[in-house]
């Protein structure tokens, strides 16, 4: 037997120890969260049982409340031990089918032998319970595993610099206790193991890559000093992989204070909430929070407003024919989405401090209970020192006690009888026991006589009937948000004013007109929504979260500064992660960015900020990111893995037909050849309708739509702009004619589009390519006529 087999052999003894180790724990953790569970049953079911009730005294009630409380103490104790239990199950579960990934020989400076570290995906302790059989890949020393080269190496500990030799660096893959792959490797973690876990097969989820790391993906990771750390990374550079992974991390380092939900992921669109959902779990994690910034706003004015959101903006202005309208609109969207403009809100609140200021009258039956005039006196009555967002809590609260007013002089009003005299039994036995239950409370009120009966009822009525313009005034719907945002966009003189006339686009004009007439519908279009929320916070305050202390945004070339700023304002006590490429900025207002990271290094300063640039491109084979990086001005600095495959393919059809049996026949060769998971990526949803319809006779096909919630696998017919930050085995583009992207603007988009593709990319086209593809070498893709 030689050395490397004998070491191998020594290795997986030491894998059979470790495992049988798990498998016992496990057995003795299983039995005991079978028991603890038992116990939350037994006193949730007998939980009064235990208690002592017995209000009958001063005393008694004291006894009782004692006697509760330490009820609610022993379930609350069990259920934590429960919780604990399940997660540690949950763990050893894990680590019985694969203990570890990686193993460093490390002899720390002047200390006696070396010690052998063993890396998995969470601790285990021997049974002494203190010697550690696997170290967590997030614990200090862990770090040496993905940062250092085997000689002197050092890592970071909360007590300083920890330094000394690293002897060996060694990987493995283990799969249900059976070493699988070994080998020793070097400063990367294995170029091997790397090139087997990159060319297989994609499938609808996000993978972990806690045993593939790289050096500079671990920088983002361990990242714990800077409040916003800003990532820009090539396509396929392990962005999300990296901020999933940093989240682990958080989780773990900060694992006394910080919970999986204080932290918030901001996704591109549902579907991908689905698609990276599995990791932390895969880790032994609870999921973060995840929400897309759409949703957010929806949640915020979806009720007041159909809000038009980001896809439908870019699939409007992607169909558009150059002209008038894609002029305004290009040119609205880019003024919307800059700090100017949120400058110009802020000065516009300013203002509306000493006047300006739009009320709607507080109405009840078409009468009027108070009018905006003296609603406006009211307001500016108050001292003017008093914030705006403070005056208009104080006109809250006085017009909730004017409603009150008018509420008791209604009661004797004809219409309260009427309605008393059609109450329903039922509504009348309701009104009965509710007065009853007052009753008690309030030992005077009665109900035996008939005036008091009357007048009981009659409150009652009153009260019913003004509810909804309580709930309208607590709310502070009474602020006339439109009309004032309205007045903003057309009253040019007074944009002027609060402007100073900074960047005015010479639409500004055609701009006003175009986003009040969709007002006029019921509707706002996507680059006055972040505004428009800005302005109705500015006013009524700002819906401050505080419990959030992580937020990661995903793809954020796709934010404007605007939204940025107020990502910023709403969760003041967070640190920010941002990952993006500012080559996949394919929205119209991410132009706004200005091609750098400025504003995004502007948002907490740059005192404040880190970058971190990840150039190297893992999903795709070399010959893809060759391809694809010479579409991008500055694309040689994305440094390809060097996983090899075939050239993309580009191929000219001279009619739809040829086009459609063409990709019909390479889709099932694609499968023949197990690329399971494929797209035709569409530039628009409207095309994707239309390829749809034409080959799903051909194909099992399935349709992407915005709404779409969870990533399917199989073949996808998908609008490019839908595809952003997933991934496919091989990526089939409709159609990348000269016709179909004509605009210099719909680079970034093609660009995106392309990069999907981890093994092969076909590009079909309907006559003559896109100048895209024309500034390619001819030497980096085959063509096909
Ligand atoms: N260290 C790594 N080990 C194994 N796989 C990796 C590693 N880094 C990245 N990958 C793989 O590369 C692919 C791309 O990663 P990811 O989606 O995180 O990149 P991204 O930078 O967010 O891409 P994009 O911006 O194009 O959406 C994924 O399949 C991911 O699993």
Redesign the pocket.
């Known amino acids: 037997m030689d050395l490397k087999d004998q070491d191998w052999q020594h290795e997986q003894q030491r894998v059979d120890s470790v495992t049988g180790k798990v498998a016992a724990r496990k057995g003795t953790l299983e039995a005991e969260v079978g028991l603890v569970r038992g116990d939350v049953v037994e006193l949730r079911k007998d939980f009064w049982d235990e208690v002592r009730v017995n209000f009958s005294s001063s005393d008694d009630l004291g006894e009782t409340s004692t006697s509760l409380r330490q009820q609610s103490q022993v379930l609350s104790e069990r259920e934590h031990a429960h919780l604990q239990a399940s997660e540690t199950l949950k763990k050893l579960k894990l680590l019985v089918k694969s203990p570890y990934f990686g193993r460093i020989d490390f002899t720390e400076e002047g200390q006696e032998g070396k010690e052998t570290i063993y890396l998995g995906i969470a601790s285990f302790l021997d049974d002494d319970q203190e010697t550690f059989l696997v170290y967590d890949w997030r614990a200090p020393v862990s770090s040496l595993y993905y940062d250092g080269a085997p000689g002197a190496a050092a890592y970071q500990t909360p007590s300083g610099e920890i330094s000394g030799m690293m002897e060996l660096k060694r990987q493995f893959v283990i799969r249900d206790g059976k070493i699988k792959v070994m080998f020793d490797t070097g400063v990367t ?1 294995g170029d091997e193991l ?1 090139q087997q ?2 060319s297989h097969s ?1 499938d609808n989820q ?2 972990s ?1 806690v ?4 050096k500079e ?1 671990n920088a983002v990771i361990r990242n714990d000093k800077s409040r916003m750390l800003v990532v820009q ?11 999933l992974q940093r989240v682990a991390y958080l989780l773990y380092k900060y694992r006394g204070t910080l919970k999986a939900d204080q932290v918030l992921l901001f996704s591109p669109n549902p579907m991908f909430n689905s698609y990276v959902s599995t990791v932390l779990p895969e880790l032994g994690e609870e999921n973060m929070l995840q929400t897309t910034f759409q949703a957010y706003l929806e949640h915020r004015i979806g009720r007041e407003f159909d809000l038009e959101d980001v896809f439908s903006q870019m699939e409007s202005i992607l169909k558009a024919e150059e002209g008038p309208w894609l002029t305004v609109k290009r040119a609205s969207i880019a003024y919307k989405s800059s700090t100017l403009f949120l400058e110009t809100i802020r000065r516009f609140k300013d203002h509306l401090e000493q006047s300006g200021m739009k009320f709607k009258p507080i109405r009840f039956k078409g009468r009027l209970i108070v009018s905006e005039q003296v609603m406006l006196e009211k307001f500016y009555g108050y001292d003017s020192s008093v914030r705006l967002a403070n005056r208009i809590e104080l006109m809250r609260d006085w017009l909730l006690k004017e409603l009150a007013q008018f509420a008791k002089n209604e009661r004797k009003a004809p219409w309260v009888d009427e309605q008393i005299e059609v109450l329903d039994p039922d509504e009348y036995q309701k009104a009965y026991t509710r007065i009853r239950r007052k009753q008690s409370a309030k030992k005077k009120e009665t109900f035996d006589d008939f005036d008091r009966e009357r007048s009981l009822l009659a409150k009652m009525v009153v009260n019913e009937w003004l509810k909804p313009v309580r709930k309208w005034i607590k709310r502070m719907r009474f602020v006339d948000v439109k009309t004032m945002y309205e007045e903003l966009l057309t009253d040019k003189q007074l944009f002027l004013s609060v402007s100073g006339g900074h960047g005015l686009p010479d639409e500004w004009e055609e701009m006003g007109i175009e986003s009040i007439q969709m007002m006029k519908e019921g509707k706002l279009a996507y680059e006055d929504v972040t505004p428009y929320l800005y302005l109705q916070d500015l006013l009524k305050g700002f819906q401050i979260n505080s419990v959030i202390r992580h937020v990661f945004i ?2 954020v070339q796709d934010y404007s500064p605007f939204q940025l700023e107020y990502v910023k304002r709403i969760f003041p006590r967070a640190r920010m992660t941002a ?3 500012l080559n ?1 900025g394919i929205y119209a207002h991410t132009d706004v960015l200005g091609g750098s990271l400025e504003s995004l290094k502007q948002l907490y300063g740059a005192d404040e900020t880190e970058v971190i640039s ?1 150039t190297r491109s ?2 795709s084979t070399l010959e893809i990111v060759d391809f694809t990086s010479s579409m991008m001005p500055g694309g040689e600095s994305i440094m390809p893995f060097n996983r090899y495959g075939e050239k993309p393919l580009v191929c000219l059809a001279n009619s739809r037909e040829k086009l459609h049996s063409s990709i019909v026949k390479d889709i099932r060769r694609l499968n023949e050849q197990g690329y399971e998971h494929t797209a035709i990526i569409c530039k628009t949803a409207e095309e994707c309708e239309y390829v749809y319809q034409a080959l799903k006779d051909e194909l099992p096909l399935k349709r992407i739509a915005k709404t779409t919630p969870s990533f399917v696998t199989g073949t996808l017919v998908i609008p490019s702009y839908l595809a ?4 496919f085995d091989a990526v089939v583009i409709y159609d990348a004619s000269q016709e179909a992207y004509s605009r210099e603007s719909e680079r970034k988009l093609f660009y ?1 589009a392309c ?2 593709a ?1 093994h092969q990319l076909h590009i079909y086209s309907l006559g003559a390519p896109c100048r895209f593809i024309e500034d390619v070498s001819e030497d980096k893709y085959t063509l096909q006529s």
């Open positions: 973690i790397l876990v990159l994609s996000m993978k890559i045993a593939t790391i790289q993906q990374g090539a396509a396929g550079s392990g962005k999300t992989s990296a901020a995903d793809e990952l993006g490429d996949q990840l893992y999903r952003k930050g997933v991934e995106t990069t999907r981890m």
